[in-house]
């Protein structure tokens, strides 16, 4: 996809953090965004933020983890600015920083319900929207670092897994879209400031039980825990990443290129285990 300008685009989890930067980067290249957030009003912040600086959006309320929800956001978006041409997956919590043997059922059910299950719900709302605009049409689903090398050090072990099977979804659905012409990309950033720890604690649902995860929000200057890559960006910095790689259509966005060398370990690992299974170590 390499025409942004004129087109809408939609960002769920676009009212904080990384999805408003995107939100605020896609704005900036003329397409009119369409925010969509749990939250609304911090949508509709987000939204008065684009218009400041002279762009168009539009705020909706979107649960990724309901597919009636999403139904709903992707009538409204249809119905008030068109078919949409970009969809980025962006939502998604940290809901435990604890050893595995301290996350409970509840917590991997509401880590996999939005995280991964939420990603998958959102593109099969918006994939008919996007098809009508293909070979313009195009996907960024967003994971982690933590989807393509396992965090060593600190404990997140559910966010972990649901980042790698995101990773995984996202690959799939690149090479089964290839031949419709719509293009798909994951982002795999490392530490960006957010709030995703205290909005994660302040969106889980009291199905999915306590969160017993400590007061931290993902700031420079707070007291963040250990991270595998420890160097902050500020979210805003995301968003021409995202636009370049989309107009490459990249299939990994990637944003700290300090993390490279530890996913050049995992996969020199990876050859390792080959040598030895063909009995050549
Ligand atoms: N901040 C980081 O360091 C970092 C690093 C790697 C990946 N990520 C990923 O980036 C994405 C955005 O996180 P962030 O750090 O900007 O956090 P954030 O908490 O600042 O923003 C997340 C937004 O998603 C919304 N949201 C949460 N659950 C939702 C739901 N069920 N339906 C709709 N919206 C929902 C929240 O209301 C919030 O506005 C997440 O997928 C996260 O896992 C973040």
Redesign the pocket.
């Known amino acids: 996809m390499d025409e942004l300008a004129g087109r809408t685009a939609v960002v769920?989890?676009?009212?904080?953090?990384?999805?408003?930067g995107i939100a605020l980067g896609l704005a900036a290249e003329a397409m009119t965004v369409v925010v969509?957030?749990?939250?609304v009003e911090?949508a509709e912040a987000v939204v008065a933020e684009i218009a400041e600086r002279g762009g168009s959006g539009l705020a909706v309320q979107?649960?990724?983890?309901s597919t009636e929800s999403l139904a709903a956001a992707a009538k409204e978006t249809l119905a008030r600015v068109g078919p949409a041409s970009l969809l980025c997956a962006?939502?998604?919590?940290?809901a435990k920083i604890a050893p595995l043997e301290k996350h409970t059922l509840e917590d991997w059910e509401y880590t996999l319900s939005?995280?991964l299950l939420?990603v998958v719900k959102t593109v099969d709302a918006f994939l008919p929207a996007l098809r009508r605009n293909a070979p313009q049409a195009h996907i960024v689903n967003?994971?982690?670092?933590?989807g393509l090398i396992s965090a060593e050090g600190f404990p997140i072990g559910a966010?972990v897994a649901s980042?790698y099977a995101c990773v995984g979804y996202s690959e799939v659905l690149r090479a089964e879209l290839a031949g419709e012409g719509i293009g798909v990309s994951v982002?795999?950033?490392?530490?960006?400031?957010?709030?995703?720890v205290?909005?994660?604690m302040r969106?889980r649902p009291q199905g999915f039980g306590a969160q017993d995860a400590p007061e931290m929000n993902?700031r420079s200057g707070s007291d963040p825990a250990p991270a595998p890559v420890p160097s902050f960006m500020a979210?805003e910095d995301v968003g021409p990443i995202v636009v370049r790689a989309i107009r490459a259509n990249r299939l990994h966005v990637l944003t700290h290129p300090a993390a490279r060398e530890a996913v050049e370990r995992r996969f020199e690992g990876i050859r390792e285990d080959f040598d030895f299974a063909s009995g050549s170590d």
């Open positions: 769920t989890g676009g009212g904080s953090g990384i999805g408003r969509a957030d749990l939250h911090s979107a649960d990724v983890t962006n939502a998604g919590v940290l939005v995280n939420g967003t994971a982690s670092l933590g966010y980042k982002l795999c950033p490392g530490v960006v400031e957010s709030s995703l205290a909005t994660s969106n993902l979210a």
